[in-house]
Structures are given as C-alpha cells and as structure tokens.
C-alpha cells in the first residue's frame, strides 16, 4: 500500500491481494485521507489483484465519509475483472466514480511528495 499527496487530490494505491490481512494498512490509509480532507481521494484499484469483503466495506464506508463532507471519491483503474466482479455482485459498482485514465489524477501533472509507504 502506498500514499501520496497531491495539491487537490490524495491517493491511495494498492497492490496485489486485498483481504483481511491488509485491513489494519488501509484503515491507517484511510485515516490520513480523512485527516487530508483534500478535496479528492482516489483509490488506485489497478494493480489489485484480488479483494475480498474488507475491500468492499472500506471502500464503503469511505463512499460514505465522503459523500457525509461533500468531498470526492474516485477508484482508478483498469480495474481486474475479480475487482470489478466483487464490486458489481456487490451491487455498489454504480455507486463510485471509476476512471481508468488515473494517470493525471496519480501524478497531479507533477512530481508527488511521499507521505507514507506502508509496503
């Protein structure tokens, strides 16, 4: 899991298998955003290549932080087909913004500054 900041936007990637194991990392995550309060997350889905239950609830429950503080939440793709399964058999898929041209969204058009790098 990786974070970084951006001048409107704070982002958090993450990579490889999201499941239980990683709830205490990305609630940390998910804490900074919230502290953050930047205008925009974003979650980076691209590199993921599973997720289970604790995916969908965090994502969730940040859907509902944001929406609570009139702030944006965005999942950047190409989301994997297990992801994009989880979340559309989970009926929430219509309920995020989903943009698989994430770049600009990622860098900011500028170099981001580290916040934190969890693994």
Same mark, same amino acid.
Not at 43 to 49: E, K, P, Q
Not at 67 to 77: E, H
């Given at each position: 899991?990786?974070?970084?900041?951006?001048?409107?936007?704070?982002?958090?990637?993450?990579?490889?298998?999201?499941?239980?194991?990683?709830?205490?990392?990305?609630?940390?995550?998910?804490?900074?955003?919230?502290?953050?309060?930047?205008?925009?997350?974003?979650?980076?889905?691209?590199?993921?290549?599973?997720?289970?239950?604790? &995916? +969908?609830?965090?994502?969730?429950? *940040?859907?509902?932080?944001?929406? #609570? @503080?009139?702030?944006?939440? $965005?999942?950047? =793709?190409?989301?994997?087909?297990?992801?994009?399964? &989880? +979340?559309?058999?989970?009926?929430? *898929?219509?309920?995020?913004?989903? #943009? @698989?041209?994430?770049?600009? $969204?990622?860098? =900011?058009?500028?170099?981001?500054?580290?916040?934190?790098?969890?693994?």
């Amino acid at each position: 899991m990786h974070v970084t900041r951006h001048e409107e936007t704070f982002v958090i990637t993450l990579r490889g298998e999201m499941d239980w194991d990683d709830a205490e990392d990305f609630e940390a995550a998910r804490e900074a955003a919230d502290r953050a309060a930047l205008p925009v997350t974003a979650i980076d889905l691209s590199r993921v290549t599973f997720a289970d239950s604790m &995916l +969908l609830n965090t994502l969730l429950a *940040l859907r509902r932080r944001h929406t #609570s @503080d009139g702030r944006d939440l $965005v999942l950047l =793709g190409p989301l994997n087909p297990v992801v994009r399964r &989880l +979340l559309d058999v989970g009926g929430v *898929l219509g309920h995020f913004t989903v #943009s @698989d041209t994430g770049a600009a $969204v990622r860098t =900011g058009g500028r170099e981001p500054h580290e916040d934190e790098d969890s693994g």
